[in-house]
C-alpha cells in the first residue's frame, strides 16, 4: 500500500490514487468556494448595487454612512466604539459618518452623564424610519431572488453561511511557507 505523501508513479496512476483524486477534487471545491465568496463580496461592496438599492429607498447616503446608521439601528444610545465595532469600521471613520448623518438630521451626539469623557450616539427617529427603508429594500430583494429556492434550501443556505463565517473566525492564518 502506498503511503498519503508518496507521488503517483505515472499521470495515469493519478487517476486510480485515491489521495491525489481527493486533493484535485478538495482544490476543485475550494475553488468553487472561493469564486463564490469573490463574486459575493463583489456585488456586496458594488457602488452599482448600493447606488440602486438606495434610490429604490429613496435615500441618498453613502454605503459607510448606511452602514454606521444600520450599525445605530434602533438601540439606546451607544459610544462610538461600540458603534464603530458593530459597523465594523475605524472610530475615526465612524466619526466622519456621523458627521454625515448628524447634518442630514439622522443621527444625534451627546456626552454620556455617566461618564463625561464618552460621546453617545444614537439614531434620530427619521434615521431609524431611512434605516427601515433601506432595509426593507435588501429584505425585499434578497426575498425576490431566493423566491425560487425551496424552504429547506433557504434554511440550509443561512445555516451554513454562519458556520462559514464562525469558522472563517476561529481558524488561524498560517504561513503556507512555515
Given at each position: 500500500m502506498r503511503s498519503r505523501t508518496a507521488a503517483p508513479r505515472s499521470s495515469l496512476d493519478a487517476v486510480d490514487d485515491p489521495v491525489v483524486a481527493d486533493s484535485a477534487d478538495l482544490?476543485?471545491?475550494?475553488?468553487?468556494?472561493r469564486l463564490g465568496i469573490t463574486r459575493?463580496?463583489?456585488?456586496?461592496?458594488?457602488?452599482?448595487?448600493?447606488?440602486?438599492?438606495?434610490s429604490a429607498a429613496g435615500v441618498s447616503l453613502s454605503q459607510q454612512?448606511?452602514?454606521v446608521l444600520r450599525a445605530l439601528?434602533?438601540?439606546?444610545?451607544?459610544?462610538v466604539?461600540?458603534?464603530a465595532r458593530a459597523a465594523r469600521m475605524d472610530n475615526g471613520a465612524v466619526s466622519r459618518q456621523l458627521k454625515v448623518l448628524e447634518d442630514a438630521g439622522l443621527a444625534r451626539r451627546r456626552t454620556s452623564p455617566a461618564h463625561g469623557s464618552i460621546v453617545l450616539v444614537e439614531a434620530t427617529a427619521e434615521g431609524r424610519r431611512v434605516n427601515t427603508r433601506y432595509e426593507r429594500?435588501?429584505?425585499?430583494?434578497?426575498?425576490?431572488?431566493?423566491?425560487?429556492?425551496?424552504?429547506e434550501e433557504r434554511r440550509e443556505l443561512g445555516q451554513l453561511l454562519v458556520r462559514l463565517v464562525d469558522d472563517l473566525q476561529s481558524t488561524p492564518y498560517i504561513d503556507p511557507d512555515a
Amino acid at each position: 500500500m502506498r503511503s498519503r505523501t508518496a507521488a503517483p508513479r505515472s499521470s495515469l496512476d493519478a487517476v486510480d490514487d485515491p489521495v491525489v483524486a481527493d486533493s484535485a477534487d478538495l482544490e476543485e471545491q475550494l475553488a468553487a468556494v472561493r469564486l463564490g465568496i469573490t463574486r459575493l463580496q463583489r456585488l456586496l461592496s458594488s457602488r452599482r448595487v448600493h447606488s440602486g438599492m438606495a434610490s429604490a429607498a429613496g435615500v441618498s447616503l453613502s454605503q459607510q454612512a448606511l452602514q454606521v446608521l444600520r450599525a445605530l439601528g434602533d438601540q439606546a444610545p451607544q459610544a462610538v466604539s461600540d458603534v464603530a465595532r458593530a459597523a465594523r469600521m475605524d472610530n475615526g471613520a465612524v466619526s466622519r459618518q456621523l458627521k454625515v448623518l448628524e447634518d442630514a438630521g439622522l443621527a444625534r451626539r451627546r456626552t454620556s452623564p455617566a461618564h463625561g469623557s464618552i460621546v453617545l450616539v444614537e439614531a434620530t427617529a427619521e434615521g431609524r424610519r431611512v434605516n427601515t427603508r433601506y432595509e426593507r429594500v435588501r429584505g425585499g430583494h434578497l426575498g425576490r431572488a431566493l423566491e425560487s429556492w425551496t424552504p429547506e434550501e433557504r434554511r440550509e443556505l443561512g445555516q451554513l453561511l454562519v458556520r462559514l463565517v464562525d469558522d472563517l473566525q476561529s481558524t488561524p492564518y498560517i504561513d503556507p511557507d512555515a
